[in-house]
């Protein structure tokens, strides 16, 4: 996928977020989000996409020192959808005005502003799941945006560190953890060594894996997020049980 892509995909999310939330009952739980309600939830979503659109609009090129943005929180909870959906269309406003290709400061690998239009996807498409489970509602989830999802979350998560401290703990003595889909083609592997891991750049390694994770490339996305446990029948498990054990212990988003 490409810039302009994840743009539209973002505008499509936050309506299908939207059109979730709206005329629920903002005070039901969320149970994949402990402790959170859909208002809680519409609100996180929606101050990300601000704090981002922020981040974009200065085309910041080094860390933030503050996270302080005006929210224009509604004064009341049932106006949070519409909040949202404004939210997405300034950002949407930005996108536009914005070279995406341009250098930005980034936490992720991509340091251009395009990594922010891609994290703000993910963050929505996943909380777009959240909401929709919440309410019993059976979600879908793209195989094309799922297969780019993975690729987003596995090429970041290593320098994620700051926010997600249990990362740091993702070491091995040089072993490999491979996550295969199985609805067509999609295929990483992880390289866990005493100093780190990343995702290993050449995904046409033949090497057999020391664990391997197969599902389809909307539940292999799903799962990354801790949306779905690697030991449900959905996935097909290879290898290691220790070492897939550690990697969900410690990968938390």
Do not use: K
Not at 81 to 97: M, Q
Not at 144 to 170: H, K, M, W, Y
Not at 227 to 233: E, G, I, M, P, Y
């Amino acid at each position: 996928m490409n810039p302009a892509q994840h743009g539209a995909a973002v505008a499509a999310e936050t309506a299908a977020f939207v059109a979730t939330v709206t005329a629920a009952d903002l005070s039901t739980p969320v149970p994949t989000c402990p402790a959170w309600t859909l208002a809680d939830l519409t609100q996180h979503v929606g101050s990300v996409h601000r704090w981002f659109t922020e981040l974009l609009r200065q085309r910041i090129q080094q860390p933030p020192t503050s996270r302080v943005v005006d929210l224009r929180l509604p004064e009341h909870r049932d106006a949070l959808p519409d909040w949202l959906a404004a939210s997405a269309a300034e950002a949407a406003e930005v996108f536009a005005a914005t070279d995406l290709d341009a250098p930005m400061w980034a936490w992720g690998v991509d340091q251009h502003a395009r990594f922010w239009v891609r994290r703000m996807l993910f963050e929505t498409l996943v909380h777009r799941f959240d909401a929709q489970l919440a309410l019993g509602l059976s979600p879908h989830v793209d195989r094309v945006l799922a297969i780019d999802g993975i690729d987003e979350f596995l090429t970041n998560l290593p320098f994620a560190s700051s926010f997600a401290p249990l990362t740091a703990q993702l070491r091995a003595p040089d072993r490999t953890i491979r996550f295969s889909c199985t609805d067509g083609d999609g295929d990483w592997l992880v390289g866990l060594r005493p100093d780190g891991f990343a995702l290993v750049a050449d995904r046409a390694d033949p090497r057999s894996a020391d664990a391997t994770v197969r599902g389809t490339a909307a539940d292999l996305l799903l799962l990354l997020y801790g949306r779905l446990d690697h030991q449900s029948a959905a996935f097909h498990l290879l290898g290691d049980p220790d070492l897939l054990a550690h990697w969900f212990a410690h990968s938390a988003f």
